[in-house]
C-alpha cells in the first residue's frame, strides 16, 4: 500500500496515516476485513467503523492521538530552527 502513495506523489509513505475500514455493517464486512488484514499484516491497526451505524470505535480518540503527536513533533522541529 505504502508502494501506491509513493507511487502518486513522493514522500507521501512517510506521512502518519491511519486504516479505516468502513461499512462494517455489512453481511460481508467480517469476511472481507479478514482477508484485508492479511494483506497488510498483523502489526497494522486496522480501525473499523460503520457510518450507516454511526459505530465510530476507536478512530475519533486516534485521529486526536495522531494530530496532537504530529503538532508536538512539528513545535519541536519549529523551536530547532
Given at each position: 500500500?505504502?508502494?501506491e502513495l509513493e507511487l502518486y506523489k513522493e514522500g507521501l509513505s512517510?506521512?502518519?496515516?491511519l486504516i479505516v475500514a468502513n461499512?462494517?455493517?455489512m453481511p460481508e464486512a467480517a469476511e472481507n476485513l479478514a482477508e484485508f488484514k492479511k494483506i497488510v499484516?498483523?502489526?497494522t491497526r486496522i480501525f473499523?467503523?460503520?457510518?450507516?451505524n454511526n459505530e465510530?470505535?476507536?478512530l475519533p480518540d486516534a485521529l486526536r492521538e495522531l494530530v496532537r503527536n504530529n503538532l508536538a513533533e512539528d513545535v519541536a522541529a519549529l523551536r530547532r530552527l
Open positions: 500500500m505504502k508502494k512517510s506521512r502518519p496515516a461499512k462494517m455493517d499484516g498483523s502489526d473499523t467503523l460503520s457510518a450507516e465510530l470505535g476507536d
